[in-house]
């Protein structure tokens, strides 16, 4: 997979590769000898240290470094996760090579970018979580909600 995107990247004039790496440690020597690359394709299922573990290094080294996860983890809880630890991207390791390029493309001009694969996994599970806390509502609770809705003085 690495050596497909690499591949994929020499084909365009604005890219280059500048770092490879097998593993989560591999990745921060090189980048403590060669410097920060402007985006990193971070594969979260990195043997040693994973994505989640470099990503968290990365934010306390860098002030905001531009990481695209890329991954076979489509659940939204991943997703969340790699969110919440400021991934500026989210790949899912099926997308094709335009979609990829896309996000790089949009990455790199923007600062992030989330596709619309990855806002539909978000939107469904946050759907579902609501539909779940609406079905725990109690009927006083409920009572409560539709006072507060008529906007009657108390």
């Not at 500026?88 to 990455?107: A, Q």
């Not at 599970?125 to 809705?149: D, H, M, P, V």
């Amino acid at each position: 997979m690495r050596t497909a995107l690499a591949n994929l990247l020499a084909t365009r004039d604005n890219y280059k590769v500048s770092i490879q790496a097998e593993n989560g440690k591999q990745l921060l020597d090189q980048i403590d000898i060669q410097g920060l690359p402007d985006i990193i394709l971070l594969d979260i299922s990195m043997p040693v240290m994973d994505g989640f573990e470099i990503m968290s290094i990365l934010k306390r080294r860098y002030r905001n470094p531009n990481v695209v996860a890329i991954t076979t983890y489509n659940d939204h809880m991943t997703i969340l996760r790699m969110t919440a630890l400021g991934i500026n991207g989210y790949l899912f390791k099926t997308s094709e090579p335009e979609e990829i390029l896309t996000t790089l493309d949009s990455v790199k001009r923007n600062g992030q970018y989330f596709s619309e694969a990855v806002h539909d996994k978000l939107f469904r599970a946050s759907k579902n979580e609501l539909y779940r806390k609406i079905g725990t509502i109690r009927q006083k609770e409920l009572s409560f909600l539709k006072y507060l809705c008529t906007q009657n003085d108390i």
